[in-house]
């Protein structure tokens, strides 16, 4: 059972959902208890999705409740756990703020507002930029052109959000993009003006044209204010090769092995997980491990994900080491350290793997001391498989030719048989298969081949002495 919202950070008068997940083998869940939410919240409606999926005979159904939300008071609120049959959600935390600071006389059908957090960031640090399309009639065709700025790099940040709010006491539908910016130059920078378009409904339209989208709609374009924020640069006492502005790093490993002994000259895999908070993957810096007179490494290709968590990107870059114990008695794995700047302490700290030391068990076989060059053992086996093969080759040879000599010998013997008998039977498609015959057997033995020798010899043989049982020499 687990629970999430839709938007943790809100105003008075905007709604929210909270979204509920159970998946098990139960043949029907029980409706959530919702009772606990209306002390701070009030409940504008819910629906319920459910899904079943059957393996191996095997049920399997889930289920998902959406519960339509809206603050009744301003500051932290506490959403309590709910509880479904004998399950319990987690307790979930949102802000709301007591105003909203919409520029609006309240009586437009559609308007558009923006906002960006925070407005003095470090270089290459997050911003989150909000676009918010408030209306109050039906919008058809929308798009929206996304601020841009040719010193930050701007990317959409999940899906689109639709909420309900009430401004002046009008009520308003409202349609909410956001994006994360990395400002990529210190100083003052401007974002260009985010665009709406599209078609909203038409009330002064002629009712006879109802039936006519397009008659019945006009176009609009709302432009977004323009937006400036002043970067801050990377502090004069840090080292800017890999400036990591975060509001949280970490470093993880896992081992392909639980115990800290290892077979002398066996390999053991190391993962390492680089993760950084409101930071892009492209931005985490490689994860080096060099050699010691301890062992030999090797590594791979990094894998880079970029996640979406409460609102702000997550980078994590991952990658994989081998290491090959060369010494005899103990391997040590140095320390590893990731230094990032704390944009909210305004600190440098350090991300560590403390060092790791595995005991290398000998082995009995003294050849399995790894050394960074290949093995030259494959060019020795090479070299004593190849003289039988010579030595085949050679008796097949001779035994060909001596076969093709005793063959010529019986074939002038028996022509002159034949001569003196003067039969007169043709024998003119004998003779021109034996011929054939023949000539690919002389061909092979010129060839120096063995096999293609046998094969022409058995052919012959075959042909000469009408029997398809002779399959070999012994025959």
Known sequence: LSASVSRNSLALGETFNLIINANGNETNFSSPDVSPLLNNFTVLGS???????????QIT????????????????LTIPSIQIGKDKT??????????????????QHVFIDSVINPKSPYINSEMIYQLRVYYDVAINAAAIIPPLS????????GQDQTYQTKIKGKEYQVFQRTFAVFPEKSGDIKLSAAVFRGQVADKSANPAYAGFHTLNSKPIQLIAPAVSVNVKPVPKNIDDKWWLPSTNVTLTEKWSIQQNQVAEGSPITRTVTLTAARLMASQLPPLNTNDTEDYNSYGGQPIFENNLIKGHLVAKRIEK???????????TIPAMKVKWWNVKTHQLETAIIP??????????????IVEKTAPPAIAKVTKNITAPKKVA??????????????????????????RRKKTTVPQTNVIATEKNNHVSLKQACLNSNANETKAALMIWAQEKFKSNTIQNLSD
């Open 61 to 76: 159904r889930k289920d998902q409740w959406i519960i339509t939300l809206i603050p009744k008071y301003a500051g932290k």
């Open 90 to 107: 987690k307790p979930l935390f949102i802000r709301v703020a007591t105003t909203q600071n919409v520029k609006t006389n309240g009586k």
């Open 47 to 57: 629906a319920r999705n459910q899904t079943l999926n059957i393996v191996n005979n």
């Open 355 to 368: 060092e790791k030391t595995f005991n290398i068990i000998p082995t009995t076989n003294n050849n399995t």
């Open 150 to 157: 040719k010193n930050a790099v701007v990317k959409q940040l």
């Open 393 to 418: 080759t050679n008796d097949w040879i001779y035994i060909a030719i001596a076969l093709l000599l005793l063959w010529v010998l019986t074939l002038i013997t028996w022509w002159f048989s034949r």
């Open 321 to 331: 080491f081998v290491y090959i114990p060369t010494k005899k008695s103990t391997m």
